[in-house]
């Protein structure tokens, strides 16, 4: 039995709520469970420099957590002076893997920021970021066809994420706080909605894991992640 | 008429919203307006080091603002490395105002830190910050008692905060953006449930301004800060 | 009786000395008793970016203090990597009060910086160092006007600035550092020439105070504020 | 045909050079082809404060890159003043690895800390920096055993790591430069001598990828990293 | 003839005035010429930790500039965050020289730290600190005497410090700032009371010279440490 | 006797290994004895910005000491966040010793740079750091010409540097670590193959010394150089 009573492939309850923010022009709070994300998009007018010319654009984001968003309260990164691995780590896979999935021709010489902001933490925050900016990314491009800067949304698929691991001896989904802190194996998946793998790190925490476990925890991420797609084709209204 | 259509004298609607924060030991999301501040409060478990042995408590806050909080995205403190001077300003303006109505002997020696973080921005976010602070703080200090670590809430009084400013050549309370952005003169005042003084902070913007005027200011944000007080007592469930 | 023996009204010795410094366009050094904060500003040939095109110019300042211009020495802050929320605070409270006083369309497109540095600390510094500002922004004004760059000196006033505060029960004028340890409440009056306000930053140290006692460091202030401005009309050889 | 002429599954070559280090307890030159990267070992008389009074040791890592061991110089990141996301996410990655095969109880209450310095890049630096941290690990732990300290090596089995991708349509093994600039899918497998996982970063560069494709990659890698273990016996004279 | 009048082996005007401070227990304005560098020493209680139980005591310096002390306004480096590295080279150098003349064993287990602060430069900063320094570091001891901490001053000499250098093809004495950017070679030099050598810096600046254009710098140096060192003498009022 | 056995002027054992580097336009690994420093030169197509438009180019140094390049580990200034003044001390040095003998005006408006980064330390870093810095800035000058974007090299002499010290009241040639911790004084020597002086930085560290011992350590340089540059001379092909 998990601690939270969830069956093995049950994902926690997943809320995808967009218009979360009065001034960005894509916004949604990804709650999976416990885990609240806030995910806004930005439109910028030109993109970075190193592209200037090339006629493509760019997606990139930013990732950061409020201080009492965890259980011990984690000091501030502005107040440190510095962002930490972790927080950079994860920044550059929410960027990379929206990037997957969006036409950079199309969407011209301008860049889009996806800030990550986790207003309370509970075990995936990275996989809710990744969920929830593709709903808040796809949203900004809509206000882009909108206004008539766009002719269509320069989205080539859905992008999606889910951690699962090894928690006494099982594969299960969708990871909670108490669960990850347990867990034998660790492993977070991206994948686009035709279930093209975008991204997988897979981490032993305790011990090496076997590669029959890994297609297990691969076969969970394609069952959540299908539901998650699912969930954001409803929240753009789709 | 101001922008909003509100009278000179009144306030944006107020919403002071407690327990928002799952792990927090108190937290008030506190509205003004669209002008949105979650506070929280974190018990620890010393003072800080200076005042180790003189039976004395701390209370201290921080103050951040999401990146797209603002009408415009803001970069992010930490990629920047650095907290501005505003940001600096408006931590140790919290930090001060709650200290004025903290018993801190009756605390005895523990720190409580207040996180004060924009989710979104529209003018007020300081006094929202405090106004909500004194909520979360004050839950705290429930919490402490409830778990017998303190025999009674140590705080001397309510403290709240209000802005009011020269807008147009007349006196009004509670600034928005658009107010504040155009205002002749902006001042924010820290009052005690009582009515004593904690901070004022006036500032010229355009043209320096007249005492009389500095006094009809005054008078609104005693106004004010009566009403905020009113919603601090039920938001504590008092 | 105040420490100093002063009457409560009475400010320390002022003393604004010009032409302290080879090399800057105008300079001061600001001594109010045993704080002496060495004033000088320099002429930058352009106005920050974000000004251009635009025909207006700017006044900005910065701050900083000697190691062992306090009692028990401080550390350098150029070695900390960072300068204290303190020091932002007094930089941008300086360049706020002397551009209120400033008529930056008829001065163009330059910039003046002023770096008030404290050789020497015993209270007050930040008001010795908006006070001295004022007098090194002129005489920069007074070069820039004899050597033809400007036909008229661009100020509207004069601004100037005093401490006061609850000491024993009692409002005094001019706080030094040992009255400033033990104030009931402080607070800083920036006024110019005319009496008109420039900034009010009032504060109470140790438990609320009331409006009546606010209206009583008011008055001083203005006794004192009167003073200064005849300091400076001698000091720029008016 | 690969731009180097190898087969498909063929690894460059691969030279593990111990001893290069005068002073550090253990070393390893890894060189797979032009890639060189130094990997020391320090060992240190305390493990971290964190885990003081556990009984338990600690292995970490940390990378640098030369300036001019990249084809354009890179910039100094001492210079710069902060290590970039990429050098983070590699030397968390290494410490990580380097752990999954140490019995962190018997090396007892001491620190080991890896440096992995890219004398010469030429893609594949982490996974030479595993794979030469480990030998520099073990000759550290057969220091402390010769002088007594430990009474066997603590090491639970080999770590190796290489990395594969997809190159012009098809899976190819340890990745040079020019291939890894253009291949469609990039992945890094850190596996142990027994055949375990302990690792799995597989990244879309260009568009997503399949899971037969993720498989033959895999596939790849325990070949690979076969050899590389077969080195390390050689390496560390076994 | 030199661009200042004065003779090949001249010094410029020297100052030593002492008690410039109120607060540190030693202080001396050092003027060599327009050059005006203000020395405190502060006493601390404990040698730095790397000292203790040493029975040994420490010397140290930091040096800094105001912005404003130069011709062109230099960046304040406690905005910038850092500190350049001619400061360090400096703060170096005279901690260096103050310490070849200190009897370390007898001072105690306690630090002094001397700061040198230019508050205007026209050449030669590094020479007037190690100059002033020394006096401010004998009037700290003279201090620690008088209150009976010691019971001797524990120097063992006078050290002093001058620039020569090669202007016009001719050596000379004690350069200002005219000189010294127009000079072929320039030489620092640290010598104590009775001509031991502490440190010569002595570089060529637009070409290589000859051992006995450098005999003719240390031989004018001599003279004016000589004179230095009598002014020293004076200064502390022996 | 000498710790290592050598005679009072006999240097230790000097490899110039060229084309260590297989990215850099020139490169050369300088061992004196167990001092190991790769110094790589780096063309770069444009010189900085403050010498735009005056036809010249510029040479800059930067210094770097891998971790466990000594005895003891010395935590990475990467890490940090800062260069120590030591580090930057010695790059300024390297730099300008390699400017004093470079054809400024012939070079043309490119910048070169050099890394100096150490392998393995044993003393005299910066003097290895500057004699092989020498060879690699000849070999990058032989690559442009080869290239035929210059017609000559722009080089006016050889330079090179070495240390000496009085080591047991004897002056040594060429110290090591052991020499060197123990030295009463230390003086490092940068020469044009000429003779010329072009840095000299001697320094007491335990007492001051002698005009007759700093005449003995300079005729041990002079030794020690011409020999350094007879060794240049074969590294090139001359």
């Known amino acids: 039995m998990r601690p939270s009573g969830r069956a093995n492939d049950q994902l926690r309850q997943i809320i995808l709520e967009t218009g979360f923010s009065k001034h960005a022009e894509g916004s949604c709070l990804a709650k999976f ?75 011209g010489e301008i860049q889009i920021r996806l800030d990550c902001d986790v207003l309370q933490a509970d075990g995936g925050t990275r996989t809710a970021g990744i969920t929830g900016s593709w709903v808040a990314l796809h949203l900004a491009f809509q206000h882009l066809v909108k206004i008539g800067q766009l002719t269509a949304i320069p989205l080539t698929d859905h992008v999606a994420a889910i951690s699962c691991g090894l928690h006494e001896e099982r594969a299960v989904l969708d990871l909670d706080y108490v669960e990850d802190s347990a867990a034998q194996a660790d492993a977070n998946f991206v994948l686009t909605g035709r279930g093209g793998i975008v991204e997988i790190q897979a981490t032993a925490e305790e011990r090496p894991f076997e590669e029959t476990q890994f297609n297990e925890l691969l076969r969970l991420a394609r069952k959540g992640i299908g539901e998650l797609v699912e969930q954001q084709k409803r929240a753009i209204g789709g």
């Open 33 to 107: 469970g416990d885990t609240h994300v806030l995910c806004t998009a930005t439109v910028e007018s030109t993109s970075p420099r190193w592209l200037k010319g090339t006629g493509l654009g760019w997606v990139t984001a930013e990732y950061g957590m409020l201080p009492r968003a965890t259980n011990t309260r984690t000091d501030r990164e502005a107040a440190k002076g510095r962002q930490s691995g972790r927080t950079q780590e994860i920044q550059r896979l929410i960027g990379r893997s929206l990037r997957a999935v969006v036409d950079r021709k199309a969407m």
